[in-house]
Nanobody, 123 residues
Framework: QVQPVESGRGSVQTGGSLRLSCVAS????????MSWYRQAPGKEREEIAT????????YYADSVKGRFTVSQDNAKNTMYLQMNNLKPEDTAMYYC????????????????WGQGTQVTVSS
């Protein structure tokens, strides 16, 4: 299962919560990072959260900082995105990405994208 698979789509009201999951169990000897992206209709896909496996640090876009939390269960090869205090602006297709942007011997950059899961927040 090299290609990530997202789950947890749903429709919630403003202020509600939702948790997304991403499973990517395919083995690779090359290290990689796990990221969440989202894309609203008519807008470009944006990175909203990332776990950097090198040092365990995380990244959050300003638009979700303080409301979303990314976590990872290494044993299950699963990444989670806990979304709290959802807003209508959060309505988008959410995508999981498994990949690396850096090159090392025998390990070139790569990216595997999930199919996306829809999140709708009503006002």
């Amino acid at each position: 299962q090299v290609q990530p698979v997202e789950s947890g789509r749903g429709s919630v009201q403003t202020g509600g919560s939702l948790r997304l999951s991403c499973v990517a169990s395919g083995y690779t000897s090359c290290s990689y990072d796990m990221s969440w992206y989202r894309q609203a209709p008519g807008k470009e896909r944006e990175e909203i959260a990332t776990i950097y496996t090198g040092d365990g640090s995380t990244y959050y876009a300003d638009s979700v900082k303080g409301r979303f939390t990314v976590s990872q269960d290494n044993a299950k090869n699963t990444m989670y995105l806990q979304m709290n205090n959802l807003k209508p602006e959060d309505t988008a297709m959410y995508y999981c990405k498994r990949g690396r942007s850096w090159s090392s011997p025998g390990c070139p950059p790569f990216a595997y994208w999930g199919q996306g899961t829809q999140v709708t927040v009503s006002s």
